[in-house]
């Protein structure tokens, strides 16, 4: 499933326009980007956490060159299923 997928599944369920929609999910996903951004996750009962995990810098090695490499710190997210939703699949 992809993104226009979930629109046109919003739209049906809500008896809306696709462009409604849309802005719907666009919503959704902003929401989403900023709870995280602002408390480090956040969680969506019967669904499942959204969490910001951090990587800390580490030396790799270039595959082709053999040349080692610094790898820059980053910020990752993580998701971890509830029951609810493993218990769906």
């Known amino acids: ?3 226009a997928d979930l629109i046109e ?9 696709k462009a409604a929609a849309g ?3 666009d919503a959704i996903f902003e929401a989403m980007g900023k709870a995280m951004k602002k408390e480090g996750g956040f ?7 959204f969490k ?9 090695r270039n595959p082709q060159t053999g040349e080692a490499i610094k790898i820059a710190a980053s910020k ?3 998701f ?5 939703l493993k218990d769906r699949l």
């Open 9 to 17: 599944i919003v739209r049906e369920s809500a008896g809306c326009s």
């Open 80 to 84: 971890k299923a509830s029951k609810q």
């Open 1 to 3: 499933m992809n993104k």
């Open 76 to 78: 990752s997210v993580r």
């Open 23 to 25: 802005e719907s999910v």
């Open 52 to 60: 910001v995990s951090k990587r800390a810098a580490r030396k790799g």
């Open 43 to 49: 969680t969506i009962v019967g669904f499942g956490t």
